[in-house]
């Protein structure tokens, strides 16, 4: 009797597992069989019924259901936990073949390359970086420099005034304002190396000059400074702006902050000196205007001109950025086109 209630439970489980759907079902059932009141389970209460010369085999035989009952549960269990991982796995696939989003990379602006390329150059040479104000007195900007209002050389530089109470001030029109800066906040009224360069403003508009271009200044002053300590030093700046092969010629000229005062030519880079259209013919090119540092400079800003000289010098960056990356139209380096932009591109540093 017992033999056939045993048997009943094992084709019905042969029915139930085949109909299990899911882990949750699969739990339920190993609850309704093997549980505490579980089918399987209450067998065992028939043993007092059974007659002691077959109380082993039907041991033997609950067993059996019992090891068959595991058998399927395990292996429908992991059936199940392998489904639902293959599942899980299926919908977080990634698709690794997916060609990757490239992150566009921006470039330097010419101009902020060409600014760190004659920083690096002073610095290397013991200056430091000195910046101003865009907005200046003509003080500052002109009267300290040597030029007093009605001063004919203020005509070449043909500057934009504010209004109303700040008409004393302008747009600079020259970074050697930086000179008067640097020498009024030098308390100990001693030695200087600095180089200013930012941006600058004047009423010109062509293809070589726009109404805001930038300039570099420089200043040093010590005892003991001469004409020759101007030369070295532009001579060594210029090859190595320029390339080794540079040659450098200072020719006489005129500068209110400077006495005396030169013009540096640097032989034309694209034709060796020869003579083409970018040198009109010349086979120089100018690129700087330098002096020694005028006295009556020196001393309205509270240097003693008896004991300390100075040189000076200034140019204008665009320029240099125009020769070394052939730029032809200086409006194109503050247009902000992108197809200009791009071209300076890092390139040679990834
Ligand atoms: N500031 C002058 C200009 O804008 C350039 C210059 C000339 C600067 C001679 C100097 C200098 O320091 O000594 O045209």
Known sequence: MYKDKIEEIKKELQEVFKNINNLNE???????????????SLLNQMIKDIPNEEKREFGI??????????????????NFEEQELNQKLASEKIDITLPGRKIKRGSLHPM????????????????TVYEGPEIESDENC???????????????????YLDGEYENYLLRSQTSTAQVRAMEECTAKGPLRIV???????????????????????????????????KGTLELFCKKILGEKTNVRFRPSYFPFTEPSVEVDVSCFKCNGKGCSLCKQ?????????G????????????????????AFGTGMDRFAMFKYGIPDIRTIYGNDIRFLKQFDRKDEE
């Open 112 to 127: 902020t390359r060409i600014t760190e390329e004659f920083e690096d150059i002073f610095v290397s040479m013991g200056y």
């Open 196 to 230: 200013c360069p930012g941006k600058v403003y004047r009423r010109d508009e062509d293809a070589t000059h726009s109404h805001q271009f930038m300039q570099i200044e420089g200043l040093v002053i010590d005892e003991n400074i001469s004409m020759a300590d101007l």
């Open 61 to 78: 035989l609950v067993n059996e259901l019992r090891s068959l009952f595991s058998e399927e549960y395990d292996t429908a269990k992991n």
């Open 282 to 290: 010349t086979g120089w090119i100018e690129v700087l205007g330098a």
């Open 292 to 311: 020694m540092v005028h006295p009556n400079v020196l001393e309205m800003s509270g240097y003693d001109s008896k004991k300390y000289q100075g040189f």
């Open 142 to 160: 002109f009267q300290k420099l040597n030029l007093p209002k009605g001063h004919p050389a203020r005509d070449a530089q043909d500057s934009f």
């Open 26 to 40: 699969l739990e339920n059932i190993k609850v309704e069989y093997m549980g505490k009141n579980g089918k399987i």
